[in-house]
């Protein structure tokens, strides 16, 4: 079965630190990938998308992920993260061909000022 | 823009009760995608539909149904409700079945609380 899976279940950072979150994924076909954000009490946003091309993917607020296939990774990465930043980040992956999408288990991203 | 509409935002019940969730998708959006997200969990997907038709359905209790009416709204029918169906209840929507390159855009989220 497909799976996602995120190995950072809590990072502190400090602010203007640079930041790497780990997602690998177990699928054999077609890869979609996404990264979300939640910000504390709100839904999830969509920070960055993978479908094909480039594998490199700059999404919004600097984050940007890339795609490495040999891997099975999807990272998202941020050069300098700010306190906003502070939420938790699901990976997710298309499953199967009706568009669902299963989730990592979330990266909990602290911020300190 | 128009996002995705839920409601209500907040519901709380008692046990045994029942529940009604609606989500209302972006304007010509004919997919619809349900989600559950239990405290501290990620979201586990519950049943999604397309063009009025359950197009998929995952981990999704026998006490929940749903479907999708004309409009492409679409309502989660929760019965028997049980403390372990307190969670927030995300629903998304897209254009077409999401694979085809289309990317689901989730709204707000009704926040259930079974006391």
């Known amino acids: 079965a497909q799976s996602v899976s995120q190995h950072n279940h809590h990072v502190i950072l400090s602010e203007a630190a640079s930041l790497e979150l780990g997602c690998n994924y177990s699928?054999?076909?077609?890869?979609?990938l996404f990264w979300y954000v939640q910000y504390p009490g709100q839904h999830l946003q969509l920070l960055l998308k993978?479908?094909?091309?480039?594998?490199l993917v700059k999404g919004i607020k600097g984050f940007e992920a890339e795609f490495i296939k040999s891997k099975f990774s999807f990272n998202l990465r941020k050069p300098s993260v700010q306190w906003s930043d502070t939420a938790e980040y699901f990976c997710?992956?298309?499953?199967?061909?009706?568009?669902?999408?299963?989730f990592g288990q979330g990266t909990t991203l602290q911020v300190k000022p | 823009a128009a996002g995705v509409i839920q409601s209500p935002r907040h519901l709380i019940k008692e046990k045994r009760e029942t529940a009604t969730l609606k989500c209302y998708p972006i304007?010509?959006?004919?997919?619809v995608y349900w989600y559950q997200q239990g405290p501290g969990q990620d979201p586990q997907f519950l049943i999604s539909?397309?063009?009025?038709?359950?197009?998929d359905k995952g981990s999704i209790p026998d006490r929940f149904s749903a479907q999708q009416f004309s409009d492409y709204h679409s309502e989660l029918n929760m019965s028997s409700l049980e403390l372990g169906d307190s969670a927030l209840y995300f629903c998304?929507?897209?254009?077409?079945?999401?694979?085809?390159?289309?990317?689901?855009?989730f709204g707000p989220g009704t926040r259930l609380l079974v006391l």
């Open positions: 998304a929507s897209s254009l077409g079945l999401a694979v085809s390159q289309e990317t689901q855009y």
């Open positions: 699928y054999g076909g077609t890869v979609n």
């Open positions: 993978y479908f094909s091309g480039d594998p």
């Open positions: 997710a992956a298309y499953s199967g061909n009706t568009g669902k999408l299963i």
């Open positions: 304007p010509r959006h004919d997919t």
């Open positions: 539909f397309y063009e009025k038709m359950q197009s």
